[in-house]
């Protein structure tokens, strides 16, 4: 179905957009134990790949990283962990793929731990075998 206002709607839940009238009941926690929003296109800014996956959250833990490294390598990214580490710098939306940040979106969400998780068209860059 196209048009009828899907991401709208998940956008007014995930906290993006207002509401001029109604009411939306939606889980008051974000993240873990919540709700989290996976857009078709991540937000990815400037930093070390710790930051990206611990996104939104804004801390600087050692005690994190193998807990990162796992979500990394369960939406197969380990080749990026390979290749730039876990604690260096980077501008990211010059060096992943479309198709790679949809994946970091996603190691986000296993981080987190969401009760609930809105998803709009979350998986559109990925392949076959990714999206399974």
Not at 17 to 46: C, E, H, M, R, T
Not at 76 to 94: A, F
Request: net charge neutral.
């Amino acid at each position: 179905i196209s048009g009828c206002g899907k991401s709208s709607l998940l956008r007014v839940m995930a906290g993006l957009w207002g509401i001029d009238s109604g009411v939306v009941v939606k889980p008051a926690a974000v993240g873990a134990n919540g709700v989290f929003f996976l857009p078709q296109k991540p937000y990815v800014f400037p930093g070390t790949l710790v930051q990206q996956v611990l996104y939104p959250e804004v801390v600087d833990d050692k005690t994190k990283l193998e807990q990162v490294k796992s979500c990394l390598k369960l939406v197969y990214l380990q080749h990026v962990v390979d290749k730039y580490g876990l604690e260096r710098e980077v501008n990211w939306s010059n060096v992943l793929s479309f198709s790679e940040m949809q994946q970091l979106n996603f190691a986000r969400m296993f981080y987190h731990g969401p009760t609930f998780c809105l998803a709009d068209e979350s998986t559109s860059a990925l392949d076959l075998r990714l999206e399974s």
